[in-house]
């Protein structure tokens, strides 16, 4: 996705369920992402996934729930 579209982004850092359309999670600190809804996705359920401060993952997200950490998520 051209990061020109970028539309701003959602700050998350609580547990709580966070829905919208995002094309990248950025942890800007070690995360672990609980859950979350990917339009794009195949595969094995996206859940429990841990990520690293400075990873980002990258597709159509449409909700996202952490169980720790923080992440930037980038609106579509």
């Known amino acids: 996705m051209d990061r020109a579209y970028s539309l701003g982004f959602e700050y998350i850092s609580d547990t709580n369920a966070h829905t919208g359309r ?3 999670l950025y942890a800007v600190a070690d995360a ?3 859950s979350a809804v990917i ?4 595969g094995n ?9 400075g990873d ?3 597709g159509v997200f449409t909700s996202v729930t ?3 950490g923080k992440v930037v998520a980038y609106k579509v």
């Open 22 to 24: 995002f094309w990248q």
């Open 56 to 58: 980002s993952i990258m």
């Open 66 to 68: 952490l169980a720790s």
């Open 39 to 42: 339009a794009n996705q195949t």
């Open 45 to 53: 359920t996206f859940t429990s996934v841990p990520l690293k401060a």
């Open 32 to 34: 672990v992402i609980d």
